[in-house]
């Protein structure tokens, strides 16, 4: 089983940048594909973006493709998404998420969720 605990949201102007960062305790965080998801209200979850264990496989939504990037150090047992020019629509809460499949945009796919952290952009 592995914890993981979002940070680094906030509130940004549009065009503005914020990271992301999810930082994971427990078993071996090298051993699971990582995952970025976002919720706006009223939305269903929705993937923004994956990454494989090693970190050489990414995978974006088109709609993020880019301006985000994710990103892994497993030394730090930490991932990030690094996301610039920033839109409105892209305000939601961010949530990180662990699977032990391969790189996946479903939801379901992904055994661990952190807590979420939000994003505000104001347009």
């Known amino acids: 089983q592995v914890q993981l605990v979002e940070s680094g949201g906030g509130l940004v102007q549009a065009g503005g940048s914020l990271r992301l960062s999810c930082a994971a305790s427990?078993?071996?965080?090298?051993?699971?594909?990582m995952g970025w998801f976002r919720q706006a209200p009223g939305k269903e979850r929705e993937f923004v973006a994956g990454?494989?264990?090693?970190?050489?496989?990414?995978l974006h939504a088109d709609s993020v493709k880019g301006r985000f990037t994710i990103s892994r150090d497993n030394a730090k047992n930490t991932v990030y998404l690094q996301m610039n020019s920033l839109k409105f629509e892209d305000t939601a809460v961010y949530y990180c998420a662990a699977s032990t499949t391969s790189v996946q945009r479903k939801p379901d796919e992904y055994d661990y969720w952190g807590q979420g952290t939000q994003v505000t952009v104001s347009s």
């Open positions: 990454i494989s264990r090693s970190g050489i496989i990414t």
């Open positions: 427990g078993r071996t965080f090298s051993g699971y594909v």
